[in-house]
């Protein structure tokens, strides 16, 4: 019995590393808990005699985890085609804003560094299914090729050529700022926003920033990328005419200073940036309510509540 608890209590141990991995291939917590919920119903449809043969009981769920991950990312993309707007990945709160209503706190699990950045999950939109597999598995959780080789059903050789594919279009985009500095740009963007400054606004953009929303097609929003500081800047004001009472707040978003935009208490957007040489190069919009769920509006802003970066 107690090698028997043993057991249980180890494979359970892993969901924490398994929610991690599926979140950075997917982009989706809820489809990330779906994935690893999936991994051990399949664990646990096998045999007894068959679990028993199993060395090791992490690797065999996190090879699972990692081909259903693989096998949603292929019919994601046919979803995301058909998707209203721009998609973009779940945005993740800090463990003081989740919503505790969900009942197992997720938050407690989910790592938050610099592979979970808005940036950089949409850095890993832009790969294949494949290459977005090799290069997070072996790139960010360190696995060998070997163990990838056997979630893609290819050769290690190939799993390599995959990784450094996507390691060139990682190399390809621009590394984003974080820290001090860009807390600094977010509060100042915060506060032309809240003042309605248009000019401020416009010399805190890149002459070149693009605003990319996500409504899902289940709130208003701009349906294409925003191009040039100057159109986001009139469009950021021209929001804040039309939504009187909305609030902003500063806020770790995906373990980087953001900000969330609440009314009477209840999240409605949530806002990632990019910034380069002081100035804003990309923001990324969240409106899609089922995007939100995980975040809590607690209608306050607490003191000192500058973003941190995990």
Same mark, same amino acid.
């Given at each position: 019995?107690?090698?028997?608890?043993?057991?249980?209590?180890?494979?359970?141990?892993?969901?924490?590393?398994?929610?991690?991995?599926?979140?950075?291939?997917?982009?989706?917590?809820?489809?990330?808990?779906?994935?690893?919920?999936? +991994?051990?119903? =399949?664990?646990?449809?096998?045999?007894?005699?068959?679990?028993?043969?199993?060395?090791?009981?992490?690797?065999?769920?996190?090879?699972?985890?990692?081909?259903?991950?693989?096998?949603?990312?292929?019919?994601?993309?046919?979803?995301?085609?058909?998707?209203?707007?721009?998609?973009?990945?779940?945005?993740?709160?800090?463990?003081?804003?989740?919503?505790?209503?969900?009942?197992?706190?997720?938050?407690?699990?989910?790592?938050?560094?610099? %592979?979970?950045?808005?940036?950089?999950?949409?850095?890993?939109?832009?790969?294949?299914?494949?290459? =977005?597999?090799?290069?997070?598995?072996?790139?960010?959780?360190?696995?060998?090729?070997?163990?990838?080789?056997?979630?893609?059903?290819?050769?290690? +050789?190939?799993?390599?050529?995959?990784?450094?594919?996507?390691?060139? &279009?990682?190399? +390809?985009?621009?590394?984003?700022?974080?820290?001090?500095?860009?807390?600094?740009?977010?509060?100042?963007?915060?506060?032309?926003?809240?003042?309605?400054?248009?000019?401020?606004?416009?010399?805190?953009?890149?002459?070149?920033?693009?605003?990319?929303?996500?409504?899902?097609?289940?709130?208003?929003? +701009?349906?294409?990328?925003?191009?040039?500081?100057?159109?986001?800047?009139?469009?950021?004001?021209?929001?804040?005419?039309?939504?009187?009472?909305?609030?902003?707040?500063? &806020? %770790?978003?995906?373990?980087?200073?953001?900000?969330?935009?609440?009314?009477?208490?209840?999240?409605?957007?949530?806002?990632?940036?990019?910034?380069?040489?002081?100035?804003?190069? &990309?923001?990324?919009?969240?409106?899609n309510p089922e995007k939100l769920r995980p975040w809590l509006g607690d209608g306050d802003e607490r003191d000192g509540d500058e973003p941190t970066s995990g």
């Amino acid at each position: 019995m107690g090698t028997a608890r043993t057991a249980i209590g180890d494979i359970a141990g892993e969901r924490r590393q398994l929610l991690n991995v599926a979140y950075r291939l997917l982009g989706s917590l809820a489809e990330a808990e779906d994935a690893v919920q999936e +991994a051990y119903a =399949r664990w646990y449809a096998l045999p007894r005699a068959r679990r028993e043969e199993i060395v090791s009981p992490g690797a065999w769920l996190s090879t699972v985890t990692g081909r259903i991950c693989l096998d949603a990312l292929g019919s994601a993309r046919a979803r995301r085609e058909r998707y209203v707007g721009s998609w973009l990945p779940e945005p993740l709160p800090d463990r003081t804003e989740w919503d505790r209503g969900r009942g197992t706190d997720p938050a407690d699990q989910m790592v938050l560094d610099e %592979s979970v950045t808005m940036a950089f999950l949409v850095v890993l939109e832009s790969m294949t299914p494949a290459e =977005r597999v090799a290069f997070v598995l072996h790139d960010v959780f360190r696995y060998p090729f070997a163990e990838i080789a056997d979630v893609l059903g290819r050769t290690s +050789a190939a799993c390599k050529q995959l990784a450094a594919s996507a390691r060139r &279009r990682v190399r +390809a985009a621009e590394a984003p700022v974080t820290g001090s500095g860009q807390a600094e740009a977010v509060r100042h963007v915060k506060e032309a926003w809240e003042t309605k400054n248009v000019a401020a606004l416009v010399g805190l953009l890149d002459p070149a920033a693009v605003m990319t929303a996500d409504g899902g097609g289940l709130v208003g929003t +701009a349906l294409r990328p925003i191009e040039g500081g100057a159109l986001i800047a009139q469009y950021m004001v021209a929001i804040a005419d039309k939504a009187p009472g909305l609030e902003l707040l500063k &806020r %770790s978003v995906n373990g980087a200073p953001g900000l969330v935009a609440q009314r009477d208490g209840a999240v409605m957007t949530v806002a990632s940036f990019e910034i380069a040489d002081g100035r804003v190069t &990309r923001i990324w919009v969240v409106r899609n309510p089922e995007k939100l769920r995980p975040w809590l509006g607690d209608g306050d802003e607490r003191d000192g509540d500058e973003p941190t970066s995990g």
